[in-house]
């Protein structure tokens, strides 16, 4: 569905010397029917690589193919649906009027586009709002808009760049579900984002990016470690038994001993214990002080450690090229 | 192609019909209908030689001055607002966003120039001034004018602001307009001068062909009080500032090929 290889794109500033690479050497792959999330920190040159892909952006060096077709191939736009970041779309539309010159630029016939319009309108939840001009839209109804406009030529590739952006969390999880139900209608659906438990919730497959590079590609299961990280544990203290009042037994202040991420809330107290530690011998002495346990759950490095180690790793390694 | 470049036409008509400032030009050529009236009360039996002279002058001067505007404006907040985005994401080559911005203003100053036209023969009814087969043909090339001035403003806007469009736009319309003044002036002047100013105006659409009355031409006074030119000369001149605009937008539709959208 989408083929990306070494795609390179510097940018030189027009009277200094100075270049900016926003992308460097990136290569990925996207299989059809995969949701496919792509993920890295602000500037990391996700919106780049898509508005490379969507014909935007003329890539410094490198080729990409979007449904076997090199780009910018008009064919296969024909396919493609696309929500650009922050949706600037011409505000005295109404979403209505908008998906209808989405469709006029597909060659849509009249009858099929107002069809569409309405379906996709009442699909994104703007029913109500569909007489008002986009103007007087919020950014989440905006977003809504853009995903309509997005879908009227009911694409075999969806591409999203940030469509979470500016909605609240039933918005996300509109928009979540949205994204599954193209999966099932076998669609392909490449989306960027920053917000990890999205990409945990739905991906198929990932890619890390960061300072213009691929960090990492693959499921989040091959990407994350199964190693135990540690174990956390939360203990309910016997009243009166804090570690911090004056009466605490020597026992129960030697339980945080050794401990990561120790937190006290009331009368609860949540800690890791190291992947080698011994939780029997711990939970004995947590015993012995009167504690009860509330709850153990082993960790495991989840995508959210995976991406502040990839992004931590590309900066250093950034800090030490550009170091003298 | 056609359903694609007349989507966009649509759309850049409704965006320019919101524009206020538009109101406020025919305001101001309304306002030179008056002042022609006025003027031709001032005037000895000339009445209908100044409104005609006056209200062309409007015609021209402020169907112009919109064309520039709308050419370097219409283009370029399509690309600082991103909404240009959606669009040529889809099936849609960037010629043909270009060409369908430039017939979406078309069809704005087709409708201005009608009404400023509209307007003018109101005016002439009023002076009882009589509306010729020269007024109208004069009439015509005024249209004809605005167009080529809106392609010059859009090619420019597609690599420029639309501070720096608007200035090379008005320039080049100035210069066009005073082509056979400047030949005139630098008749007697150095070879080297002669030579500069005349690759200068080579490159220059000829935009005074569109504005002939009270010039002479192939030796006789051409004016639209009097003996005008014939509907040849009209057709002419239409396709030479065809020819500039098929060039122009050529050119800007390059250019904006080249362009990356950040």
């Known amino acids: ?324 | 192609m056609i359903g694609r470049i007349w989507a966009i036409a649509l759309n850049t008509f409704r965006e320019a019909a919101r524009i206020r400032v538009l109101y406020g030009i025919l305001v101001l050529v309304l306002g030179s209908n008056l002042l022609a009236i006025f003027l031709g009360q001032l005037s000895l039996h000339e009445a209908g030689r100044v409104a005609r002279d006056v209200g062309l002058a409007g015609i021209s001067l402020f169907g112009s001055l919109t064309a520039i505007f709308l050419g370097v404006f219409l283009l370029y907040t399509e690309v600082q607002r991103r909404t240009i985005h959606a669009i040529v994401s889809k099936p849609i080559s960037r010629w043909e966003f270009v060409v369908g911005k430039y017939v979406g203003m078309v069809l704005v100053l087709t409708v201005l120039v009608g009404v400023f036209a509209l307007a003018m023969i109101a005016m002439l009814i009023s002076q009882r001034a009589g509306v010729t087969a020269g007024v109208v043909k004069a009439l015509v090339l005024s249209w004809f004018e605005v167009l080529t001035v809106a392609a010059i403003a859009i090619f420019f806007s597609s690599f420029s602001t639309p501070f720096l469009s608007g200035i090379f736009a008005l320039a080049m319309w100035v210069i066009g307009r005073l082509t056979p003044d400047l030949e005139a002036a630098t008749r007697y002047a150095a070879p080297w001068i002669q030579a500069t100013t005349k690759l200068a105006l080579e490159i220059v659409p000829d935009v005074h062909l569109f504005a002939v009355s009270g010039r002479t031409l192939d030796g006789s006074a051409v004016s639209v009080n009097g003996e005008f030119v014939p509907w040849s000369y009209v057709a002419l001149a239409g396709a030479h500032g065809l020819g500039w605009t098929v060039g122009l937008l050529a050119l800007a539709a390059w250019l904006f090929h080249r362009r990356d959208f950040v």
């Open chain 1, 1 to 324: 569905m989408i083929d990306v290889r070494e795609l390179t794109k510097t940018y030189r500033t027009p009277f200094a010397r100075r270049k900016v690479e926003a992308l460097r050497g990136v290569t990925f792959g996207v299989e059809r029917g995969h949701i496919f999330g792509f993920v890295g920190p602000n500037g990391a040159g996700k919106t780049t690589t898509i508005r490379t892909l969507m014909g935007l952006i003329r890539p410094t060096s490198g080729t990409a193919r979007l449904l076997g077709e090199p780009l910018p191939s008009r064919a296969a736009r024909f396919k493609i649906g696309f929500l650009p970041e922050s949706p600037y779309f011409y505000d005295y539309l109404t979403v209505a009027e908008l998906c209808d010159l989405a469709g006029r630029l597909f060659g849509m016939p009249a009858a099929v586009r107002k069809r569409r319009a309405d379906e996709l309108i009442e699909k994104v939840g703007l029913t109500r709002s569909r007489g008002l001009s986009l103007k007087k839209f919020s950014k989440g109804m905006l977003q809504r808009a853009g995903l309509a406009q997005a879908l009227m030529n009911d694409p075999e590739l969806v591409v999203l760049d940030e469509p979470m952006s500016g909605l609240d969390p039933i918005g996300r999880k509109e928009v979540r579900d949205l994204i599954l139900e193209l999966r099932d209608a076998g669609k392909t659906v490449f989306f960027s984002t920053h917000i990890l438990s999205d990409v945990e919730a739905i991906t198929d497959r990932v890619a890390i990016i960061a300072r213009g590079q691929l960090q990492a590609h693959g499921t989040p299961a091959e990407l994350v470690s199964r190693a135990l990280q540690g174990v956390d544990v939360t203990v309910r203290l016997a009243t009166g038994d804090a570690p911090d009042a004056p009466d605490a037994p020597d026992a129960l202040a030697g339980l945080s001993d050794g401990a990561t991420r120790v937190r006290r809330v009331g009368d609860e107290l949540s800690l890791t214990l190291a992947a080698d530690a011994d939780v029997d011998a711990w939970l004995a002495r947590a015993h012995a002080a009167g504690a009860r346990v509330v709850a153990i759950t082993p960790r495991h490095e989840t995508l959210e450690d995976l991406f502040v180690r990839q992004v931590a790793g590309a900066d250093r390694a950034a800090r030490a090229e550009a170091a003298p």
